[in-house]
């Protein structure tokens, strides 16, 4: 029931972490003022098999984050279809000739990073009559390596999504640089997702789930802190 020993594979117990992990951000939120439950937990089982989700599920957990469409359309079907009110999200990076597929399997999309990605999901949303949420990537580090819209960019692309491409943004996400206080970048989010008017706030992984929720974070990304190590590819 520790969430200390994630670093040994396929020892730990994914719903037992799960429950710490809600507990633990839960008295993070009230230290920081703010109401318990109110941070959701993405668990992204990326790499894991069906197996090693499937407990989670039947305990009762219904958020799950997947970075790959292709690995999530080999895994989640048969279990959306079992367990129907499952809320999918992608979370990695997405290319155009994937919008089809990522618009068919997912609720949510959060890697929403360039014009050309919003013209395609905008032509699929359309044709499938079906409308995944969808989140602004932003490269809050200014990061070369990292993909996602600059901060200084981000309320004008929002825009262009609602006005060129008439999709409607529901918030932002982000991943922070490694080895750097993540702090004053979740702060840095919190501000530009109000001022562009957005409620919605992706950030905090296994490494800095509490700070993020205090900071502002609505919705956690936790890996390996609930499903254990991820296995070799
Ligand atoms: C893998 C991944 C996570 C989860 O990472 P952990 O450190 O295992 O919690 C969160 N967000 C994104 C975008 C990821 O690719």
Redesign the pocket.
Known sequence: MTIDDHSLPNKTDPVANLAAIREEINLALVEAGKPADSVAI?A?S?QHDVERILPALEAGHRIF?E?RVQEAQAKWPDLISRFSDTELRL??PLQTNKAKEAVALFDVI??LDRPKLAAALAKEIKKQEKTPALFVQVNIGEEDQKSGIAPSAVQAFVDDCRDEYGLSIEGL?C?PPADADPAPHFALMAKLAKSCGLHSLSMG???DYTIAAQLGATHV??????FGQ?PPK
């Open positions: 993405v992204v990326k984050g970075n979370i990695g959060e890697s996400m991943i992984m296994s490494g990304r936790i890996g390996s802190a609930i991820r």
